[in-house]
């Protein structure tokens, strides 16, 4: 299990350093920011839906390592996919970084995702993680207004 867990900050370190899909996007389809202000990570998120299917996923912002390292992994995952798909993985990583630390369950069918199952242990950190995804329920919304972890 160790191993796992340092594989794990490894992805979040990498991602974190080099965040992949940081950039603008001259005219995206969804669009929206979060801010968590309990560490001061800033989101913006920009979509090109085509047919209910993600053509395109970046984003720009500053934060610590764990919400860069989320927005960045989250823009991977899901480009190229549905909007019922994502939504579905929304609600399992959500599931995950909301679990009882030490629990039993089992993530790694989250794939890389489950990088992030150790942030459950810190209630600060949760919210790191947690904002691009928040982000993303807003820009899926058509919400753009601000968004808060809080
Ligand atoms: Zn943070």
Redo the contacts with the bound molecule.
Sequence with gaps: MSDLRDLYQELILDHGKSPRNLRNMEEPTNQANGY?P????KVELYLLLEDGVVRDACFEGS??A??TASASMLTQAILGQSIEAIRQLRMEVGKMLTAEPGGSEDFRALGKFAAFSGVSEFPN?V??AT?AWHTLDAALGDDLNMISTE
């Design positions: 968590n309990v560490c001061g990570d934060g610590c764990i919400s950190r919210k790191c904002l």
